[in-house]
């Protein structure tokens, strides 16, 4: 098993450059999350999926984009980088249902030129 | 609107000392609590959690936590510190409306001293 996997691991881009960050989980559950996490600041979530086929804003959206591939699979989009978006990103899934635990990644650490 | 608050950046604690890491909430209702551990340049790794019961709840590595609901708070103790647990600690908060996102606090970094 090897729960939630990430990549890239490590990107560099300059400002108005796309690109996705894939996620991919193989232990069945149906929620899946994309944050990002700056210094002093927490997590933040960007968008969620709580089922396949469906997607939600979180609490910073702004500027990126998500796709719920299937249910194993959650990538998430830079369409024209910013300065702003140069952080360190993490996806994690869970069963769904409110009091059950989430499972992370080893993040996507990405800086923005 | 739910939030939490870490109110100490770092925490330092010799080993084999207590330790205790403080978090508050605020949240409609009555809340979900979690705790996650960070290890560098690793994902967060789930401690513990509080859904009902019992106000004090046991977790991984020989943690455990408080509820106090009067005072709006979940902190993080352990009766005897490690140096392997010095990490950097998050708490986070869910209401009971079926928003299943979680909102974390800014984080709290544990320095334990041999």
């Known amino acids: 098993n090897a729960g939630v996997t990430q990549t890239p691991k490590f990107q560099v881009l300059k400002t108005g450059q796309s690109m996705t960050l894939q996620c991919a989980q193989d232990?069945?559950?149906?929620?899946m999350y994309w944050y990002r996490q700056d210094p002093g600041m927490g997590l933040r979530l960007i968008y969620y999926?709580?089922?396949?086929?469906?997607?939600d804003k979180g609490e910073v959206p702004n500027g990126y984009n998500v796709s719920r591939l299937n249910k194993r699979e959650f990538s998430l989009r830079l369409e024209s980088a910013a300065p702003s978006q140069t952080s360190v990103y993490f996806c994690?899934?869970?069963?769904?249902?409110?009091?059950?635990?989430?499972?992370f990644g080893p993040g996507t650490r990405l800086t923005v030129l | 609107a739910q939030s939490v608050a870490q109110p100490e950046d770092q925490v330092n604690v010799a080993e084999g000392n207590p330790l205790t890491v403080k978090c508050t909430y605020s949240?409609?209702?009555?809340?979900?609590l979690f705790w996650y551990v960070q290890y560098p340049n690793r994902g967060l790794q789930f401690l513990l959690k509080?859904?009902?019961?019992?106000?004090l709840v046991k977790g991984s590595y020989g943690f455990e936590a408080e509820f106090n609901k009067s005072q709006t708070s979940f902190h993080l103790k352990k009766p005897s510190a490690l140096v392997s647990d010095s990490a950097l600690y998050f708490c986070?908060?869910?209401?009971?409306?079926?928003?299943?996102?979680?909102?974390f606090g800014s984080g709290t970094r544990l320095q334990v001293q041999p």
């Open positions: 994690a899934s869970s069963e769904g249902g409110t009091t059950n635990e989430q499972f």
């Open positions: 232990m069945n559950h149906n929620s």
């Open positions: 509080y859904i009902t019961g019992d106000n």
């Open positions: 999926s709580a089922s396949e086929g469906t997607t």
């Open positions: 986070a908060v869910r209401d009971r409306t079926g928003r299943r996102a979680l909102t």
């Open positions: 949240v409609s209702g009555n809340p979900y």
